[in-house]
């Protein structure tokens, strides 16, 4: 089982950028699909992004998007660094949640649920008008 860690949430305004990591503990993280998942006051969490497991590849994956963060955020994996980042662009008010990293083995677990394996402590970000 892993273990994870978030870290690069803030304060940004409307239209930045902000890059959210997630790292990870275990010489496994290859074999785990990662998503992020976010959860904004008085809502329940939401599925934002994922990447499955990347086999015999360093960087490799396929990738999945809600359809709010489409052609905006970016999920990526460094297996090297045992790191999943979520590149966020084009960043708006409803977007301000605390975000959550996830892994699981199944990445239709990660992408169609919120009953996955492991879950990060969470970030904190805030878009600002």
């Known amino acids: 089982q892993v273990q994870l860690v978030e870290s690069g949430g803030g304060l940004v305004q409307a239209g930045g950028s902000l890059r959210l990591s997630c790292a990870a503990s275990g010489r496994t993280f290859s074999r785990y699909a990662m998503g992020w998942f976010r959860q904004a006051p008085g809502k329940e969490r939401e599925f934002v992004a994922a990447i499955s497991w990347s086999g015999i590849s360093w960087s490799g994956g396929s990738t999945y998007y809600a359809d709010s963060v489409k052609g905006r955020f970016t999920i990526s994996r460094d297996n090297a660094k045992n790191t999943v980042y979520l590149q966020m662009n084009s960043l708006k008010r409803e977007d301000t949640a605390v975000y959550y990293c996830?892994?699981?083995?199944?990445?239709?677990?990660?992408?169609?649920?919120?009953?996955?394996?492991?879950w990060g402590q969470g970030t904190q970000v805030t878009v600002s008008s």
């Open positions: 996830a892994a699981d083995r199944n990445i239709i677990v990660v992408v169609s649920t919120t009953r996955v394996e492991t």
